[in-house]
């Protein structure tokens, strides 16, 4: 199994407020690790990726930030959101030689 | 990973074959070209990929013309359930870190 969980499922925040998004996956160990977002009408942008605990690399820089404490948990966060952060945030897995990501539920953001 | 370029939407009768195409002219040799789609509000799902040869599975069909420098996705039979933005990809096969633009919105119409 390759499934992945996200919570929450809907979140509304307000602008300065911190951020903590989690994801857990199951499966083989030793995972990629990814985070996305999706802003409304837009394409998906790669925000963090993790090849394994503790590693952390990010694309895009902004003020969030990511951790991978343990092998199957991958979280994102932020100390004080802004009203840019609103979005769909999805995380995905995708395991050594094997071709395909897979994605989570996904989280939707809203910074008011 | 190169660029791609699709077409913001298509429109297809329920029934009939989807041909979605994607550009991706300055494709490198060792990378591949995959294709996900998301449906309204969840995760982007894996559909096929391939290299040069076309691809067949249960979902979808990949055709790559002979240069590599373009390629479509065809759904044989779309249903309603097919509506969903469908992305085409170009990566390196053994690196995941995936990279989508903003794909095309296929509409199936009943």
């Known amino acids: 199994s390759q499934t992945i969980h996200q919570w929450p499922a809907t979140l509304v925040q307000p602008v300065g407020s911190p951020l903590s998004l989690e994801c857990t996956v199951e499966g083989t160990s030793n995972p990629n690790l990814y985070w996305y977002r999706q802003a409304a009408g837009r394409g998906l942008q790669l925000l963090f990726y993790s090849v394994g605990i503790g590693q952390i690399s990010s694309e895009v820089p902004q003020n969030l930030s990511a951790s991978r404490p343990q092998d199957r948990q991958f979280i994102l966060s932020s100390k004080k959101l802004l009203l840019s952060d609103s979005g769909f945030y999805l995380c995905?897995?995708?395991?050594?030689?094997?071709?395909?990501?897979?994605f989570g539920p996904g989280t939707r953001l809203t910074v008011l | 990973d190169a660029k791609t370029t699709q077409p913001p939407s298509m429109d297809c009768a329920e029934g009939r074959a989807a041909n979605l195409p994607c550009n991706h002219s300055?494709?490198?040799?060792?990378?591949?070209v995959y294709w996900y789609r998301q449906i309204h509000s969840q995760g982007p799902q894996y559909i096929i990929h391939g290299l040069k040869n076309n691809e067949t599975n249960e979902m979808a069909s990949l055709i790559i013309t002979e240069d590599r420098k373009s390629s479509t996705l065809i759904l044989p039979h779309a249903t309603l359930r097919d509506t969903a933005v469908y992305y085409c990809?170009?990566?390196?096969?053994?690196?995941?870190?995936?990279?989508f633009g903003t794909g095309t919105k296929l509409q199936v119409i009943p």
């Open positions: 300055t494709i490198s040799g060792n990378e591949y």
């Open positions: 990809i170009v990566r390196h096969g053994g690196y995941q870190k995936v990279t």
């Open positions: 995905a897995r995708g395991d050594p030689g094997y071709n395909e990501q897979f």
